[in-house]
């Protein structure tokens, strides 16, 4: 008698929170590839680098105040000193390696998500469950590629929800295997963490408030809750995906993911930035700077600009479906909005951290010029994304010279990677504010080093750097 040929999927009849539990318990350390974590290790910097110049930020002496009340001290380290739970702990660092909007992206169609977003979370779960710096390592990977594979199948921006979603999977996944629960509790966090944590897309609609930076914290937070939860023995829907009324109701297809691959090299696939901006906004940037330094004329000389971009980038930043962008007033009204990118990056040559101030985004000067800058939707562009970002910048000077550039990529682009050395140098501008030359050439090293020694080799020095700006500065940027 002839034998059936089953489908993966019938021969598989483990629910999908089953799956990727089983993915995350059975990683291993031989599943990252020495040029893997060559890579994780670039990112991980960075990471560190973004953090610590989020520091200054206000809202984060209010969440400080805010542990104070609500929670006596804990054993997890706050970059920039002190100690608090682990949930507290992935809030606030967290939130600190997305302040300064210049952390790195997996790029999909129907949308995006920042796998640096579980830094904060997987640090964490592995600084209270006593981990090394090589388990760290590998659950940082698992969280990386979680995130990104859900990332790859589902539009989930395109259809109205936020990528703090996937986030909570791929969090309480990484801080689940950190705690060392059995697949199936891993599962049970992961299905916990993520029924209540469905994010919308409405967080990027303007008026942008300073809750779409400090959302995927809260949804890391909620995630070392919910793998402690888990260690203790509380269930979650195991139908979180399948239904009924699971997530592939809720996308209207299905999610089909290969969770028996157990590769850990999607890191590859991940995309860095050089200036304080919005993804879309870096090739952007990059075409004005170089305009202006080659053309030599002045931000007083120009008449007007037009930017043609994808439409991902139109929408988000240029006045697209998420609202105008004529009157920005916030910092996290200026890191999302084109106009004023552009109008900061001919004023001061620069898209850092102090172009991201408040007094910098309502200033005068940046408010005209922004009024003369006119963003357009551009079907060419939009075919390339994701695989190509790409803009049009083209300058009229008010005496009528034109300069035009297409930019096809960008510095930190999946054809143009940032290397170790020049995240290096981004760390430094980053952070000198906050660490002086010897605490930063220590963290870099430790970094190096992270798979060798212990994850407190790391902390200790992370606990040392200053909370707020002591040291001088001089570094101009990684233009």
């Not at 008449?303 to 910092?331: I, Y």
Request: hydrophobic share 40%; glycine share 8%.
């Amino acid at each position: 008698m002839p034998q059936l040929m089953l489908t993966p999927q019938e021969v598989d009849v483990r629910s999908a929170v089953d799956r990727i539990a089983a993915f995350a318990a059975s990683a291993r350390p031989g599943h990252l590839r020495s040029d893997i974590r060559q890579l994780f290790k670039r990112n991980i910097l960075d990471s560190l680098g973004c953090a610590i110049a989020g520091l200054q930020g206000r809202p984060f002496q209010a969440l400080r105040e805010q542990f104070e009340e609500y929670r006596a001290p804990g054993r997890c380290t706050l970059i920039g000193g002190g100690k608090t739970s682990a949930d507290q702990a992935a809030l606030f660092n967290s939130s600190l390696v997305r302040y300064v909007d210049l952390l790195d992206s997996y790029m999909a169609v129907g949308g995006l998500c920042h796998p640096s977003d579980n830094f904060g979370t997987i640090l964490a779960a592995a600084e209270q469950a006593g981990a090394s710096g090589e388990e760290f390592m590998l659950s940082l990977a698992v969280a990386y590629e979680i995130q990104c594979r859900f990332t790859a199948v589902v539009p989930v921006m395109a259809t109205g929800f936020n990528h703090a979603t996937q986030l909570a999977i791929s969090a309480a996944a990484g801080a689940g295997k950190l705690f060392g629960l059995s697949s199936g509790d891993i599962a049970n966090a992961i299905a916990i963490a993520t029924v209540d944590n469905v994010s919308l897309a409405c967080v990027h609609a303007e008026p942008v408030s300073q809750w779409k930076g400090f959302s995927p914290g809260m949804t890391g937070m909620r995630a070392v809750y919910a793998a402690s939860l888990a260690k203790r023995g509380f269930t979650g829907p195991k139908g979180l995906f399948e239904g009924p009324y699971g997530l592939e109701l809720m996308f209207a297809q299905p999610i089909s993911v290969d969770w028996e691959n157990p590769s850990l090299d999607v890191v590859t696939q991940t995309v860095m930035k050089k200036y304080c901006s919005l993804i879309h906004g870096q090739p952007v940037l990059e075409a004005v700077l170089d305009l202006k330094s080659r053309n030599g004329f002045t931000a007083a000389d120009v008449e007007n600009v037009r930017c043609d971009v994808f439409q991902g980038a139109f929408d988000f930043a240029g006045g697209g479906s998420f609202g105008s962008k004529e009157h920005p007033q916030l910092k996290e009204q200026g890191d999302y909005n084109l106009k004023y990118l552009i109008a900061a990056a001919l004023l001061d040559d620069q898209l850092g951290p102090a172009q991201l101030e408040e007094a910098r985004v309502k200033a005068p000067d940046a408010q005209a010029l922004m009024m003369r800058v006119d963003i357009r939707p551009d079907e060419r562009f939009s075919a390339r994304y994701p695989h190509e970002l790409s803009a049009r910048v083209t300058i009229r000077t008010r005496d009528q010279r034109v300069f035009a550039k297409e930019q096809n990529g960008y510095e930190g682009g999946l054809t143009n990677p940032m290397s170790w050395e020049r995240t290096v140098e981004k760390f430094h501008w980053l952070t000198e504010a906050f660490a002086d030359e010897e605490l930063r050439k220590a963290l870099i090293g430790a970094v190096q080093q992270l798979d060798k020694s212990k994850l407190s080799d790391l902390t200790d020095l992370l606990a040392q750097v200053q909370p707020t700006a002591v040291f001088p500065t001089k570094h101009p940027g990684i233009q």
